[in-house]
C-alpha cells in the first residue's frame, strides 16, 4: 500500500479519497478504499490507497489519540509506506482540541 489516510470526520475522508482515486488527469490516480472506523479485515493486495473515516474530531482528546494510533497500526500491518492525518480546518469541534494531542501522537 502506497498510502494511508487517517481522517477525523467522514466528509474530509470522503473529499481525500475522491481526490487520491481521481488523481491528475491524464495519469489518473490509485486504486482507493475508504473504510468506516477501523478496519478488522487486511486490505486487498491491489488497493493502493486506504482512507479511514473516524469520528475523533468531536470526542476527548484522549479517545482520539487511541483511536488514531489503532488506525495507524492498522495501516502499518498492511505494509503502508505514508500516512497522512486529515484534520478538521477550523480546530473549533471540541473546547480543548483533538488535532495537537493526535498529532503529536
Do not use: H
Not at 11 to 23: L, R, Y
Not at 28 to 45: C, E, F, M, R, S
Not at 87 to 101: L, Q, V
Amino acid at each position: 500500500m502506497l498510502l494511508g489516510v487517517i481522517a477525523d470526520d467522514f466528509t474530509g475522508a470522503s473529499d481525500i479519497a475522491n481526490t487520491i482515486a481521481k488523481g491528475i488527469a491524464p495519469e489518473g490516480g490509485l486504486k482507493t478504499v475508504q473504510y468506516l472506523g477501523i478496519p478488522t479485515v487486511p486490505a486487498a493486495d491491489d488497493v493502493e490507497a486506504c482512507v479511514i473515516s473516524l469520528k475523533s474530531r468531536s470526542i476527548p482528546a484522549d479517545e482520539a489519540v487511541a483511536q488514531s494510533l489503532a488506525a495507524l497500526d492498522w495501516l502499518e500491518a498492511q505494509g503502508c509506506r505514508q500516512v497522512i492525518f486529515k484534520y478538521c480546518s477550523t480546530f473549533d469541534s471540541t473546547p480543548e482540541g483533538n488535532i495537537g494531542p493526535v498529532g503529536e501522537a
